[in-house]
Nanobody, 118 residues
Framework: QVQLVESGGGLVQAGGSLRLSCAAS????????MGWYRQAPGKQRELVAF???????NYADSVKGRFTISRDMAKNTVYLQMNSLKPEDTAVYYC????????????WGQGTQVTVSS
């Protein structure tokens, strides 16, 4: 059983910073990707950023240059440093861990609220 525990959300003023963390535990395949998605009220869940076990990263255009994703392989933890936050970044942020080994294995955290006030 795989569990993802997120932390670091909160309320911040526009222009401020937050750092999200997500720690994974359980039986995890070594070749995987960890990332963050977000869902704002009335909108679909969207990819924010991900990083693979090989270090490859990908970002949504809306966060490029402002957000940085990183991971600690030894701790199975992924981080999202969010700088220059904007009100439109307000959403519930979900951690994701996935890998493909025959079938697709896809796990989600419980979500953490990020609110950016103007």
């Amino acid at each position: 059983q795989v569990q993802l525990v997120e932390s670091g959300g909160g309320l911040v003023q526009a222009g401020g910073s937050l750092r999200l963390s997500c720690a994974a535990s359980g039986s995890i395949f070594s070749l995987n990707a960890m990332g963050w998605y977000r869902q704002a009220p009335g909108k679909q869940r969207e990819l924010v950023a991900f990083v693979t076990s090989g270090g490859r990263t990908n970002y949504a255009d809306s966060v490029k240059g402002r957000f940085t994703i990183s991971r600690d392989m030894a701790k199975n933890t992924v981080y999202l440093q969010m700088n220059s936050l904007k009100p439109e970044d307000t959403a519930v942020y979900y951690c994701n861990l996935n890998w493909k080994f025959g079938a697709l294995f896809d796990y989600w955290g419980q979500g953490t609220q990020v609110t950016v006030s103007s």
